[in-house]
């Protein structure tokens, strides 16, 4: 792909050392930094306008109850026409500075083809939206875009009864900017949105880009962003795709705009992404010109700030083109969690055994059977384990494969040796693979004791972290991979030896610097919030950046008035299912004397049994020699231990686990299942173990 077209069309191969998921035979991500074109501020004549049926009419009434009277006034048959009830339209500012709720209501216009979607430009400053009773989605911000999937409540006959809550916290409050009912969510391409729009008067830019840093300072602009006046801008991108490449799965994969950015393919509209701090992608197969020129058009406004700290704004971390065959791995798709005995007072570790997980997609036209292949390299290049499994997938399917070796001498990540392996996920069809990729991780254990702090490979250390954003002086949030190295050793010669990411998800090649480097991790989410928006980006965080050794923590969040209250603890609890959905909770198992202490000489046979939506997945103990089969629902104990996988079914609810075990009294464990975000398992509790797989959600 693309033989031929690089540097003409501004296009580098390489890919970043130790990125997660770099390309291997099979597949290829191209890095697109170069030669982009940049305008300053909005292009005259260009304005960027959503398509839809605007809803403009309303009945409101104020109701102080707020959400407490949502089983009366949200259902469809409600009757508008009595006293409280009044007429307003979209934009309308129905509050006049009184602090409280109010509810809208509307009937929606009827809809050709698949159920629709609303999008919201403005509500101010909170909203819950019901269709036909149904709850379906909770936002907070005023001035933030948001959309609202209405499939699970639509009638495709009709009438469709709209209800929103609107919660005002200070001065005009209401629905105050379009509403529009969006049978296919996109936005009209003008100017330089198109392919053939005349960018060459534009200033070349080389990504990573902050076009912020570069203003003048103003005295009046905001102090806590550097008295930088915050502006809108243009990014345009040329680049060659060969014929070839028709057929193929093709995507572009944004690791962070700042922010609020819609991006355009040859004219167009392929999404828009509000948040700042967060990496996305966008399908461009369909949108691609094969065997010519296409053009990638990007806006961003970076005005509405999402902290308080100089933000910046632009393009400013790296953008990649990846080309795979229509059944690949899915991006973030993979997931290596170690299981192993916690080291003893030698040091030495004991094999340890890696849990697999892969995710397949199959863009065919078709059902494709493959051989799904796995490989483990150490540090030096040397295959310590491999496994293979056949796998079969539907046409436009998305399914996630397990397997499981071990690494018998692993060699472990630590402060002082941060050894690293790579898997290796190679689909091969008749012995010849359609897809590779190779994904860096780390085989460590980790514990968290009340009394005694924190355990990194059985040995106690103290945490000496600083918490640091992502700007660095004179260039802004545009850091180069090569100065994140730099910072990270710097930080270390300072004494620390952790990081906290204040106040957001970090550009990846900051997490592949402490994986190199040796520095301990607490990745942050950027806002508290259970919207579903938010959750998404949680979920984003966490399949993103899971593989990464370093981290030993996710922060939901930081600095937020509603920590410590009865709400703010409802809201990270959603939050921790997200987390908890990517990661099967494994459970330890310990056998103790009448002291509570564990017996390291006990070999007991331990039979578990699962109650509720919920199963075992696997069982282990950490000896090499034992030959039990691992699928299954008993384990003898190794040096007084073993372990349960469990995992959650279709349906939410309560799950009990009890291990029993003849002679001895049983123990019990309560889960909860959650709501799935995606076909990964997952729990909404989790038990603190000394194992602490890769990229779990860490205590």
């Known amino acids: 792909m693309l ?38 501020g909005e292009v005259p004549g260009v304005d960027i306008q959503p398509e839809g049926t605007p809803i403009t009419r309303w009945r409101w009434m104020a109701d102080d109850a707020g959400p407490g009277d ?65 709850r379906l989605a909770s936002h907070k911000g005023w001035d933030v875009p948001f959309d609202v999937d209405l499939k699970p409540a639509w009638k495709a006959g009709g009438p469709n009864a709209l209800a929103i809550l ?23 391409a003008a100017g330089s949105a198109l392919a053939d729009f005349d960018d060459r008067s534009w200033q070349t830019a080389h990504l990573p880009h902050d076009f912020l840093v570069q203003g003048k300072f103003d005295a009046s602009a905001d102090r806590n962003h550097g008295y930088l006046p915050a502006t809108t801008g243009w990014y345009r991108k040329s680049f060659n795709l060969p014929a070839s490449d028709k057929g193929r799965s093709l995507w572009i ?65 790296h953008v990649w083109l990846n080309a795979a065959s229509p059944l690949h791995v899915a991006p973030w798709g993979t997931f290596v969690s170690a299981e192993l005995p916690e ?35 150490d540090d030096a290049g040397k295959v310590v384990a491999t496994a293979s499994l056949p796998v079969s997938l539907d046409a436009g399917a998305r399914r996630e494969f ?80 090569t100065l994140e190295y730099w910072r990270v050793r710097k930080v270390q010669e300072m004494g620390a030896n952790a990081w906290r990411m204040s106040h957001n998800p970090p550009t990846p090649s900051l997490l592949d610097a402490c994986d190199r480097l040796g520095m301990l991790v607490m990745d942050e989410n950027r806002h508290l919030s259970d919207s579903p928006d938010n959750l998404a980006e949680v979920a984003g965080m966490v399949e993103r950046d899971r593989n990464h050794p370093s981290i030993i923590m996710w922060s939901m969040c930081n600095e937020q008035p509603e920590a410590g209250s009865e709400a703010g603890g409802r809201t990270f609890a959603a939050m921790k299912a997200t987390v908890l959905q990517y990661d099967p909770t494994p459970v330890e198992v310990d056998v103790l004397d009448a002291h509570g202490r564990i017996v390291p000489t006990a070999d007991n046979l ?94």
Not at 109 to 122: I, Q, R, T, V
Not at 348 to 369: D, F, K, M, W, Y
């Open 70 to 134: 949502a089983d009366r006034m949200a259902v469809s048959e409600l009757d508008t026409s009595g006293d409280g009830w009044k007429d307003a339209t979209t934009g309308e500012d129905t509050f006049k500075g009184r602090v409280g709720f109010s509810w809208y209501r509307t009937i929606l216009p009827a809809a050709s083809g698949a159920a629709p979607a609303l999008h919201f430009e403005c509500v101010d400053d909170n909203a819950l939206v019901y269709l036909n009773g149904q």
């Open 166 to 188: 609107v919660e005002n916290t200070a001065g005009a409050g209401g629905i105050t900017a379009p509403v529009l009912l969006q049978e296919m969510p996109g936005y009209r």
């Open 343 to 377: 080291p003893g007072a030698d040091g030495e570790a004991a094999p340890a055994t890696l849990r697999i997980r892969t995710a397949l997609v199959n863009e065919g036209a078709s059902a494709q059977g493959a051989a799904l292949v796995s490989k483990v390299m």
């Open 402 to 481: 397990q397997q499981q070796v071990i690494v018998r001498e692993p060699r472990l990540w630590s402060l002082e040796t941060p050894r690293m392996y790579q898997l290796v996920s190679t689909i091969e069809e008749g012995g010849q693979p359609l897809d590779s990729l190779k994904t860096p991780f780390g085989i460590r254990t980790i514990r968290f004791d009340a009394e005694k702090g924190f355990f990194l490979n059985g040995k106690a250390v103290k945490i000496r972290g600083v918490c640091n954003h992502q700007d660095f002086a004179g260039i802004g949030t545009a850091v180069p991979d």
């Open 606 to 699: 331990v039979t578990f049994k699962v109650s509720g939506p919920g199963y075992v997945g696997g069982v282990g103990n950490g000896n090499p020699a034992d030959h039990d089969p691992d699928k299954a629902d008993y384990r003898r104990a190794f040096h007084g231990k073993c372990l349960v996988v469990l995992g959650a079914g279709e349906s939410t609810g309560p799950i009990r686990l009890v291990a029993t075990s003849p002679g001895l009294p049983s123990a019990a464990l309560s889960l909860r299942a959650a709501e799935r975000a995606s076909d990964s398992e997952g729990l909404t509790s989790r038990i603190s173990h000394p194992n602490g797989p890769n990229g779990a959600a860490r205590p």
């Open 253 to 317: 994969e944004f690791e962070g705009v700042f922010r609020d950015s819609f991006v355009w393919l040859n004219g167009q509209f392929l999404g828009r992404h509000p948040g700042g701090y967060t990496s996305f992608r966008y399908d461009i197969s369909r949108a691609a010109n094969f065997g010519g020129v296409n053009v990638l058009a990007v806006h961003v406004d970076p005005r509405h700030f999402e902290g308080w700290w100089y933000e910046g704004g632009g393009i400013y971390r």
């Open 3 to 40: 033989a031929g077209l690089l540097g003409a069309t501004g296009i580098e191969s390489e890919a970043r050392a130790g990125d997660a998921g770099q390309p291997a035979a099979g597949r290829q991500r191209l890095l697109l930094d170069a030669g982009w074109r940049f305008h300053r």
